[in-house]
């Protein structure tokens, strides 16, 4: 990996051999365990695979590079620009079975204690036999994404110091993900989380209110059509010493 900050200019470049478990055909049995999700396979979705099931095809990623550039304007203010490419491997010596290819751009910027972040991204799984979905895993479980979509992001905050006892800090937040254009013709994934995060000494704390549909983080999945909407009050309470 290569990281260079020149004066307004931040350069990162990394390559990766394989993921965290060694690729397809790493070391350890069950690709599900991890703490971050990766492609595992490929999903024969248009034929009735389960999106909750191991894959029939298992698939890694393969000699993937990463490139970070972004540029700071006025001290407040960060513009950049993100790619990345790098082949996916089939299991048991099959070889190249496609590609994958990401990039994005984003804003950050913060006016005195208003916050925005905005970020738009697209990705693509293109894989050889035109399959329209890939399982991914982690936390011991197996889920389905389409191979290609694109996301919007958008963040608006307001850091207010306070002395309310301990409390020393409220930031009120609001954060909309949109993921659309995906494959096979599949709904949108909408997300909102309207909240505040709470700083007292060493503790930070965040509360806020979840509303979503086809969202695997309230239930739903990213291959989902479904017309309801879940939601969910989320409290986190950190310590940090």
Same mark, same amino acid.
Request: aromatic share 14%; glycine share 12%.
């Given at each position: 990996?290569? #990281? +260079?900050k020149?004066?307004?200019h931040?350069?990162r470049?990394?390559y ?5 478990? +060694? ?7 069950d690709? /599900?365990? *991890? ?11 248009a034929?009735?695979?389960? #999106?909750?099931?191991a ?5 890694g990623e @393969?000699?993937?590079?990463n $490139? *970070?550039y972004?540029? =700071?304007?006025? @001290? ?6 993100? &790619?990345? @490419?790098?082949? &996916?491997?089939g299991?048991? !010596?099959?070889?190249s079975?496609?590609d994958?290819t ?8 913060k006016?005195?204690?208003? !916050? #925005?972040?905005?970020q ?5 799984y293109? $894989?050889?036999n035109?399959?329209?979905a890939?399982?991914v ?5 197996y889920? /389905? ?8 992001? $958008? =963040?608006l ?5 306070? @002395?309310l006892g301990?409390?020393?800090?409220l930031?009120y ?5 949109l ?5 096979? +013709? &599949?709904?949108?994934? /909408?997300?909102?989380? /309207? +909240?505040v995060?709470i700083?007292?000494g060493?503790v ?7 509303i979503?549909?086809?969202?695997p983080? $309230?239930? !739903?999945?990213?291959? !989902?059509?479904a017309?309801d909407? =879940?939601?969910? &009050?989320?409290?986190? #309470?950190g310590?940090?010493?």
């Amino acid at each position: 990996s290569f #990281i +260079g900050k020149y004066d307004k200019h931040d350069i990162r470049v990394a390559y990766f051999l394989n993921d965290e478990k +060694g690729g397809v055909d790493g070391y350890s049995g069950d690709k /599900t365990h *991890r703490y971050s999700y990766d492609v595992v396979g490929i999903r024969d979705y248009a034929s009735g695979e389960g #999106i909750y099931s191991a894959p029939a095809q298992q698939m890694g990623e @393969s000699n993937t590079i990463n $490139l *970070r550039y972004t540029y =700071n304007f006025f @001290s407040n203010t960060e513009v950049g620009v993100s &790619l990345l @490419s790098g082949d &996916l491997e089939g299991g048991s !010596g099959v070889g190249s079975v496609g590609d994958h290819t990401a990039y994005a751009f984003h804003v950050k910027s913060k006016i005195e204690n208003i !916050g #925005i972040m905005f970020q738009a991204s697209e990705y693509e799984y293109d $894989l050889d036999n035109g399959s329209d979905a890939v399982a991914v895993g982690a936390w011991a479980f197996y889920d /389905t994404i389409p191979t290609e979509a694109t996301a919007y992001n $958008l =963040n608006l905050s307001y850091s207010q110091s306070v @002395s309310l006892g301990p409390i020393t800090n409220l930031t009120y937040y609001n954060d909309y993900n949109l993921i659309t254009d995906k494959s096979a +013709g &599949l709904d949108d994934t /909408t997300m909102n989380a /309207t +909240g505040v995060a709470i700083s007292a000494g060493g503790v930070y704390a965040y509360v806020d209110f979840v509303i979503a549909k086809n969202q695997p983080f $309230l239930g !739903g999945t990213l291959v !989902g059509n479904a017309d309801d909407w =879940n939601k969910r &009050l989320n409290i986190n #309470i950190g310590y940090y010493f």
